[in-house]
Nanobody, 117 residues
Framework: QVQLVESGGGSVQVGGSLRLSCVASGSMSSIDVMAWYRQAPGKRRELVADISNTGHTTIADSVKGRFTISRDNAKNTMYLQMNSLKFEDTAVYFC???????????WGRGTQVIVFS
C-alpha cells in the first residue's frame, strides 16, 4: 500500500509560480511511473505530467514550457514546478502512482491551486 500526500498548493497571481510536492510512503524507487493530474471545477480530471523511474517525462501541451516534473527517489518525493501560471491552471492537483507503469493504483487527496488576475 502506498500513501501519497500532496502539498504546496495555494493562491497566486497570473504569471506567478508554485512548486507542488508529493511525498510517498515507502520507497518511491519501486514505483515505475509517478504522475500529476488536475481537475478544474466542472471539468474532467486530466493528465498534467508524468515521469518514469528512468526519468522519461510526458508533459501536457497546455503546460509545456511552463511546468516541469521531477522526482527524487532518495527523498520519496515528486515535484511539479509551475511557472508563468495562467488563470486556466486553477484546479485541484492530484499525485498518482503506477507501480507497474500502467495502472494508477494510488492517488493522493489533492492540493488546491488558485490563479487569480
Amino acid at each position: 500500500q502506498v500513501q501519497l500526500v500532496e502539498s504546496g498548493g495555494g493562491s497566486v497571481q497570473v504569471g506567478g509560480s508554485l512548486r507542488l510536492s508529493c511525498v510517498a510512503s515507502g520507497s518511491m524507487s519501486s514505483i515505475d511511473v509517478m504522475a500529476w493530474y488536475r481537475q478544474a471545477p466542472g471539468k474532467r480530471r486530466e493528465l498534467v505530467a508524468d515521469i518514469s523511474n528512468t526519468g522519461h517525462t510526458t508533459i501536457a501541451d497546455s503546460v509545456k514550457g511552463r511546468f516541469t516534473i521531477s522526482r527524487d527517489n532518495a527523498k520519496n518525493t515528486m515535484y511539479l514546478q509551475m511557472n508563468s501560471l495562467k488563470f486556466e491552471d486553477t484546479a485541484v492537483y492530484f499525485c498518482a502512482a503506477a507501480p507497474d507503469g500502467f495502472a494508477l493504483d494510488y492517488w493522493g487527496r489533492g492540493t488546491q491551486v488558485i490563479v487569480f488576475s
